[in-house]
């Protein structure tokens, strides 16, 4: 099982954290994005989305989201649990996972992306270009904004995004909030129940990773 | 259980066919999104994100997403397996999946909601206001059409998008393709993979659901 990474990047570290959370070692290739290596012919020929983070299975399988990567790694390592223990708890998981990444993480990607000078013409991911659109740069910001109100309240008398378990919605919360220091968005102070769990999750082995 | 339901919208179509697909039977709750039920007072109670669907476990648990409702649905009624059934293939799945929504589903909703009349102002689904930004009308069709010719490669000697059993990624694709023709964008004549496999997703019973 190869694992092809980015360590700057901030997609990849949700399988980083994902991986040190399940205590795995496995063998790491890192892909340098600012050199463009992920367009080059020997990445493209592994990942036609020219993305990372990518998985490949001892069996050739190549897994290139980290929706999939997670999901294969849960089913392959199911401890501890961080997509839930039983029906209730993977569903709950899931749906909190899937807004944080819609409207947190992919916002503050689109205003990034949208502005930065290098993704000029590369707007969105993948192989594909696209022109910037000035105007995703603020929408991002705004919907980032709203999505750091909203986790603030459901972090209300939560220790967790999903309860009282750590799980890989944490993950994804915590890449982005971390992700959005990159459009200078940061949770404003009566965000408390926010500043207090991202200090939290700071503080444990994985965030290091 | 409830199901809270929109019988023209798209989104709430990929619940529908999962539901048929394990032979499940539930209660179902209409919402009037062409009357704006979704932003009444009672709907917003439920689901603050104001959209369908929404399922409503017995214990209150609310889940309002396509992903975690299937997966809910998935760990309590695993029969027939849509979502995989080793790791391998749980993580196949969930890795089209994913890339169907973003790549597919999303882009022709991205595609609609910034054109038609009736989302001004509502261009980015859930409680908050969003003008529509003209360009995302066409870069959204753009999108759909590089999704379309990736699924007829990825459909290359493939009877269903993750290999030989029919899974949620045929779901959330078949819904994305029929959902195409809202901004009038059908596949290709030469996409002989994906004409195959549509016309044979359209003969299922869940296809009509």
Same mark, same amino acid.
């Given at each position: 099982? #190869?694992?092809?990474?980015?360590?700057?990047?901030?997609?990849?570290?949700?399988?980083?954290?994902?991986?040190?959370?399940?205590?795995?070692?496995?063998?790491?290739?890192?892909?340098? /994005?600012?050199?463009?290596?992920?367009?080059?012919?020997?990445?493209?020929?592994?990942?036609?989305?020219?993305?990372?983070?990518?998985?490949?299975?001892?069996?050739?399988?190549?897994?290139?989201?980290?929706?999939?990567?997670?999901?294969?790694?849960?089913?392959?390592?199911?401890?501890?649990?961080?997509?839930?223990?039983?029906?209730?708890?993977?569903?709950?998981?899931?749906?909190?996972?899937? +807004?944080?990444?819609?409207?947190?993480? /992919?916002?503050?990607?689109?205003?990034?992306?949208?502005?930065?000078?290098?993704?000029?013409?590369?707007?969105?991911?993948?192989?594909?270009?696209?022109?910037?659109?000035?105007?995703?740069?603020?929408?991002? +910001?705004?919907?980032?904004?709203?999505?750091?109100? @909203?986790?603030?309240?459901?972090?209300?008398?939560?220790?967790?995004?999903?309860?009282?378990?750590?799980?890989?919605?944490?993950?994804?919360?915590?890449?982005?909030?971390?992700?959005? #220091?990159?459009? #200078?968005?940061?949770?404003?102070?009566?965000?408390?129940? /926010?500043?207090? @769990?991202?200090?939290?999750?700071?503080? +444990?082995?994985?965030?290091?990773?």
């Amino acid at each position: 099982m #190869k694992f092809f990474d980015c360590a700057t990047a901030p997609s990849p570290k949700r399988v980083r954290m994902f991986l040190s959370e399940k205590n795995l070692d496995i063998t790491v290739v890192e892909v340098d /994005l600012g050199a463009r290596q992920q367009h080059g012919d020997a990445f493209v020929k592994l990942n036609s989305h020219r993305t990372v983070p990518v998985l490949q299975l001892d069996d050739g399988t190549t897994l290139t989201s980290s929706a999939g990567i997670c999901r294969y790694l849960e089913a392959a390592h199911p401890e501890p649990a961080l997509m839930g223990r039983n029906p209730t708890e993977c569903g709950l998981i899931a749906d909190l996972d899937w +807004r944080i990444e819609q409207e947190g993480f /992919l916002a503050v990607g689109e205003s990034f992306r949208n502005r930065a000078k290098s993704f000029k013409d590369h707007a969105v991911t993948g192989e594909h270009p696209h022109a910037q659109i000035p105007e995703l740069v603020d929408r991002g +910001r705004t919907r980032a904004e709203h999505f750091m109100s @909203w986790l603030d309240k459901q972090l209300n008398q939560r220790e967790f995004v999903a309860g009282d378990q750590f799980s890989v919605a944490d993950i994804t919360a915590f890449v982005a909030v971390d992700f959005a #220091k990159w459009i #200078k968005l940061e949770a404003p102070a009566e965000q408390k129940n /926010l500043h207090r @769990w991202f200090a939290a999750i700071a503080e +444990r082995e994985s965030a290091k990773a």
